[in-house]
C-alpha cells in the first residue's frame, strides 16, 4: 500500500513537471503572439486620449497652464484649521500652526530635489548605464500609472456615495497629478520617460474603463498597493529618495481610503458576495501575471527578485481586499499560497541555477523597508502582512517540488528543464 501510494506520488509529480514546462511555454507563446493585437485593442477603447509615448495627455503639455493654474493654487493652498478654527477643521500640519510655510513638499522643491547635479552624478557613479536604464524602464510605468490614477480617480468622483467619499477622492485627485508631474521630471532625469509594457497598458487600460466598484477596486486596491509597494523598494535610490517617501504617505491614505469607505458602509452587500463581481475583480488582477515577466529582466538588473517584489505586492492587495469588503473569487490565503507555489516552480523548473530552496515569496519582513515606510503600512494593512504562509501551506509546496521524490524526466538533465522554453522568453 505504502509502495502504491508512493507510486501515485511520482506519477502526480511528474504529471505537474510536465504541465509546468508544456503549458507554460505554450501559454507563453500564445500569449505573446496576441499580445500587441491585444494592446491595439483596448487602446482603441480607451478613455484616456493618452500618450505613453511622450508622457502626456492629448492637447499637448500647456506648460503655461502648469505654473499659472496648477501650481500657483497649490502654492496658495489655504488651511481652513488656520483662518477659521472654530470651524473645527484639522488641515494644517504642525509647521504651520506654528506660523511657518510648510513648503517642502511643493512642486518646485521636490523637482529640484530630484534633478540636480549632484543627484545625477550620483546615479552615474552608483549604476552602471544598463541599469540606470532599468531603473528608468520601472519608473516608467508608475510615471504611467499616475497618470492613469489621475484620470480614474477623477471619473470615481461621481461614483463613491457621500460627501466625505466625494472630497476624500478629489484629494486624491490633486495628490496624482502631484505625483504624475513630479515623477515624470525626475524619471527624466534618470535617463527619460518609457512607453509601457504592453501588458501593463492593457491592465491600465482595463481598470480605466472597468465600471463603478470594479474601477474602485482596481484602482484604489490594485494600482495603489502596486505605487506602495514600488515606492517603498525604491525609496532610498538616489534621484527618488527625495520625493517617494512622500508619496508613499499619500498613497497609503488612497488605500486608507478604499478601506474607511467599506467601514462606512460604502459598499453594498451584492459587491461584496456576489460570484459575477469577484469574477470581475479577478479579472483585473490577472493581466498582473504578464507584467511579471515583461519588467523581470529589469528589476533582476538591479538586483531586485521580481518575485518577491510582486509576491508582497499581492499581500497587500488580498489583505485591503477583503479589508474593503471586495474579496476575490479565492479565499486570500489559499490565494496567496498558488501564488507562491507558482513562483517557486517557475524558479525550479526554468531557472534551477537560482533555486535556492522553497521559500515564502509573499512575506513581508520588518527589515525589508525603512521604519517610517514599515510602520505606515503597518497601520493601513495590518500585522498579518507580516506573518507569512501558514506552515501547512509551505510544506505541501516543499513536497510538490521535493527532488528526492521527484523521477527524472526524458530529454532532461537532473529532471530540470534548461532554456529551451522558457516562458519568460518563448
Known amino acids: 500500500m505504502a509502495d502504491l501510494r508512493g507510486v501515485r506520488g511520482r506519477a502526480s509529480r511528474w504529471a505537474l513537471q510536465t504541465g509546468f514546462l508544456r503549458g507554460g511555454a505554450v ?5 505573446k503572439a496576441t499580445e500587441p493585437r491585444l494592446r491595439r485593442y483596448v487602446e482603441r477603447r480607451s478613455p484616456m486620449d493618452y500618450d505613453d509615448a511622450s508622457a502626456c495627455f492629448r492637447g499637448g503639455e500647456m506648460s503655461e497652464l502648469v505654473g499659472t493654474n496648477y501650481e500657483k493654487s497649490l502654492r496658495n493652498l489655504w488651511k481652513a484649521e488656520l483662518v477659521a478654527p472654530h470651524l ?12 511657518a510655510a510648510d513648503d517642502s513638499h511643493g512642486i518646485a522643491k521636490l523637482i529640484a530635489a530630484a534633478t540636480t547635479e549632484e543627484v545625477k552624478r550620483e546615479l552615474e557613479e552608483r549604476f552602471t548605464t544598463d541599469q540606470r536604464n532599468a531603473l528608468c524602464h520601472i519608473m516608467s510605468a508608475i510615471v504611467h500609472g499616475e497618470a492613469y490614477a489621475l484620470y480614474t480617480s477623477a471619473s470615481l468622483i461621481p461614483i463613491v456615495n457621500g460627501t466625505g467619499a466625494k472630497l476624500g477622492m478629489a484629494m486624491q485627485v490633486m495628490e496624482e497629478a502631484k505625483h504624475f508631474i513630479v515623477l515624470r521630471e525626475a524619471v527624466r532625469t534618470l535617463g527619460g520617460v518609457q512607453p509601457l509594457a504592453d501588458s501593463a497598458r492593457i491592465l491600465l487600460d482595463n481598470i480605466a474603463r472597468a465600471e463603478s466598484y470594479t474601477k474602485l477596486f482596481g484602482m484604489n486596491v490594485l494600482v495603489e498597493s502596486f505605487a506602495i509597494s514600488l515606492f517603498a523598494t525604491f525609496a532610498e535610490y538616489p534621484c527618488l529618495n527625495q520625493i517617494l517617501p512622500q508619496f508613499h504617505l499619500d498613497e497609503s491614505r488612497h488605500s486608507g481610503f478604499v478601506k474607511n469607505y467599506a467601514k462606512a458602509g460604502g459598499i453594498p452587500k451584492h459587491v461584496t458576495n456576489s460570484a459575477a463581481e469577484k469574477g470581475k475583480r479577478m479579472a483585473v488582477v490577472a493581466p498582473a501575471l504578464p507584467v511579471i515577466f515583461d519588467y523581470k529582466p529589469s528589476f533582476e538588473l538591479l538586483g531586485i527578485d521580481v518575485f518577491e517584489f ?18 476575490l473569487t479565492i479565499p486570500r490565503k489559499e ?3 498558488q501564488v507562491n507555489f507558482l513562483a517557486n516552480a517557475y524558479q525550479y523548473y526554468y531557472e534551477p541555477g537560482q533555486w535556492g530552496g522553497f521559500r515564502d515569496y509573499t512575506r513581508i519582513h520588518e527589515g525589508d523597508f525603512t521604519k517610517e515606510i514599515t510602520a505606515v503600512e503597518r497601520e493601513v494593512f495590518g500585522a498579518e502582512l507580516f506573518a507569512g504562509l501558514s506552515k501547512r501551506a509551505l510544506t505541501m509546496g516543499r513536497k510538490m517540488l521535493d527532488p528526492r521524490l521527484r523521477p527524472t524526466p526524458r530529454g532532461t538533465r537532473g529532471g530540470r528543464a534548461g532554456k529551451r522554453g522558457h516562458p519568460a522568453t518563448a
Do not use: C, Q, W
Not at 501559454?27 to 500569449?31: D, F, Q
Not at 499581492?314 to 474593503?324: F, P, Q, Y
Open 27 to 31: 501559454a507563453s507563446t500564445l500569449y
Open 88 to 99: 473645527g477643521f484639522k488641515d494644517a500640519t504642525r509647521i504651520e500652526k506654528k506660523g
Open 310 to 327: 510582486f509576491g508582497k505586492f499581492l499581500n497587500k492587495v488580498t489583505r485591503l481586499a477583503e479589508d474593503s469588503h471586495m474579496p
Open 335 to 337: 490565494f496567496l499560497a
